[in-house]
C-alpha cells in the first residue's frame, strides 16, 4: 500500500500504524497540486491494483465563485481534477 500525502510525519505515522498491525504499507510524501510531484508520485508508486483518488483542496477556494482569485481556483483545480487524472492515466499505462 502506498500512501501519500503533504506532511510527512502524518503519512509516516499512519505507514507505522498499518505495518505495525501486520499490513504492508510506504509513504511517499507528494503535493497533488504541483504537477511534477504527481509525476514522482506515479513513478514511485510502481505497479498498482487499485487507485483511491480522495485527495481534495479548497483552501483558499472555498467561497462564492465571484471572491475567488485565479491563483486560489488553480490550486484546487490541480489537486481535485488535473491530479486524479493524471495519476489514473498514468499508472493504468504502468
Excluded at 491494483?49 to 481556483?73: C, F, G, H, M, T
Excluded at 493524471?86 to 499505462?93: A, D, E, G, M, N
Amino acid at each position: 500500500m502506498v500512501i501519500t500525502g503533504r506532511n510527512a510525519e502524518r503519512g509516516a505515522e499512519v505507514a507505522d500504524d498499518i505495518t505495525s498491525g501486520g499490513g504492508k504499507a510506504r509513504f511517499v510524501l507528494a503535493d497533488l497540486s504541483d504537477l511534477a510531484d504527481v509525476g514522482r508520485l506515479a513513478e514511485e508508486a510502481g505497479e498498482i491494483d487499485v487507485l483511491v483518488n480522495n485527495a481534495a483542496s479548497y483552501r483558499a477556494s472555498i467561497k462564492p465563485s465571484l471572491d475567488q482569485d485565479n491563483e486560489a481556483n488553480s490550486e484546487s483545480w490541480d489537486t481535485n481534477v488535473r491530479a486524479t487524472f493524471v495519476l489514473s492515466t498514468r499508472l493504468v499505462r504502468g
